[in-house]
C-alpha cells in the first residue's frame, strides 16, 4: 500500500469497452473484420471483459449495425467475458442467436436522459429490462446493469445521488449483480464519488464488489475519480482502449478513461490487472488509422512520442 492512502484494491478488474463505447460514438465506419481483430487484440492483451458491440436499434447506432456478425465471427479465449448491450428483448434475441454469453442493458439517473438514449422513461427501462433478465437467467446469461448521468446529466444539469440509489435498488431487485456506475458526460469530481458512492455503499448497504465505476475523461478528472473509487473500495474499472468513446445521445460527452491511463496508474501503484499494457497500445495503434483522428490517451501519445 502506498504510504498515506487508505487501504486500495490488491487488483482491479478493468472492463474493456472501447468496441462498444469507443466504436459507436466515432464518424468513420469500422469494417467488420476490422472491429474483430480489433476485439481479440484486446483479449490478447489480457483484459478480462471486452464488451464487444451492442444489439441495439441500427438506427440508432448505424455504427454497431453488424453486431450479430462480429458476435459470429468472432473467435472467443475463456479468459475473456465478451459482453454486448442490450436495450430491450428484441435485442437480447438477437444477441442469444449471434452465441453471446454475456449481456449488459442500461438506462439512467435523469428522465431526460433515458428519452433521448432509448426513448423510454426510467420506470418503462426498468419494465422493459424484466423479460430481459428472466431470459437471461433461464440461458445462464450474465446481466452488468449500467446507470448513466450518475454524476450529471447533459439535460437536466446536477442529479440527486438518491436517485441513483433508487435506480441501482431497482437494478439489484431485478437480480442483476453488477451495477456500472457511469459519468456519461464526464462531470464528476472526487466528492462526487464520495457521496455517491458512499450513499450506495453505506446507506444503500450494496457491497462494493457489486458495483464499478465508468468515468469519461472530458473535463480531465477521470483519474482523479478511479484513484477516489479505489479508496472506497472499488475494484471494476471501466475503460476504452485509446480513450475511444462518448455518447450520441450526450452532447460534450469525450472518450472514456482511456484503457492505457488507467493501467499506467494502477500498475505504477502496485495494483494489478493481469493486463498488458503494451499489447493494449497496438491495439489502439491498430485501430488509429481507421478513426480519422488521434487517440486522447496520454500514455498511448507519450509512447508515440518516445517512438520518433
Ligand atoms: P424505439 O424507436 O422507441 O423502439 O427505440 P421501437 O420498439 O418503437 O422500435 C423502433 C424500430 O427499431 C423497430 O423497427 C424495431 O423493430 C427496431 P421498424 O419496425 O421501425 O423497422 N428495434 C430494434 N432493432 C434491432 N435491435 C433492437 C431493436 N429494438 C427495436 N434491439 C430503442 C427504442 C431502445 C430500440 C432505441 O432507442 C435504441 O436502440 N437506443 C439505443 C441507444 C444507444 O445505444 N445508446 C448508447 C448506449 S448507452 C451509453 O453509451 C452509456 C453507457 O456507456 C454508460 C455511460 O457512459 O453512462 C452505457
Ligand atoms: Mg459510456
Known sequence: ???????????????????????????????????????????????????????????????????????????????????????????M?????????????????????????????????????????????????????????????PYEGSVAPEKVLAVAQALLEMGINELSLG??????????VVDVVGLLLDKGDIPAGSLAVHFHDTRGTALANVLMALQLGISIVDASAGGLGGCPYAPGAAGNLATEDLLYMLHGMGISTGVNLEKVVAATRFIAPLLGHAPTSKYYQAEACSRV
Do not use: W
Not at 42 to 47: E, I, S
Not at 55 to 62: G, L, M
Not at 109 to 129: D, K, P, Q, V, Y
Open 1 to 91: 500500500m502506498t504510504p498515506g492512502l487508505p487501504a486500495l484494491p490488491r487488483a482491479v478488474r478493468v472492463v474493456e469497452v472501447g468496441p462498444r463505447d469507443g466504436l459507436q460514438n466515432e464518424k468513420a465506419q469500422v469494417p467488420t473484420e476490422q472491429k474483430i481483430q480489433f476485439i481479440t487484440m484486446l483479449a490478447d492483451a489480457g483484459l478480462p471483459v471486452v464488451e464487444a458491440t451492442s444489439f441495439v436499434s441500427p438506427r440508432a447506432i448505424p455504427q454497431l449495425s453488424d453486431a450479430s456478425e462480429v458476435m459470429a465471427r468472432l473467435k472467443r479465449i475463456p479468459t475473456t467475458e465478451y459482453p454486448v448491450l442490450v436495450p430491450n428483448l428484441k435485442g
Open 93 to 153: 434475441e438477437r444477441a442469444l442467436a449471434a452465441g453471446v454469453r454475456s449481456v449488459a442493458v442500461f438506462t439512467a439517473a435523469s428522465e431526460s436522459f433515458t428519452r433521448h438514449n432509448i426513448n423510454a422513461s426510467i420506470a418503462e427501462s426498468l419494465e422493459n429490462f424484466r423479460p430481459v433478465v428472466a431470459l437471461a437467467r433461464q440461458e445462464h446469461v450474465t446481466v452488468r446493469g449500467y446507470i448513466s448521468t450518475v454524476f450529471g446529466c
Open 183 to 192: 459519468d456519461t458526460i464526464g462531470v464528476a469530481t472526487p466528492n462526487q
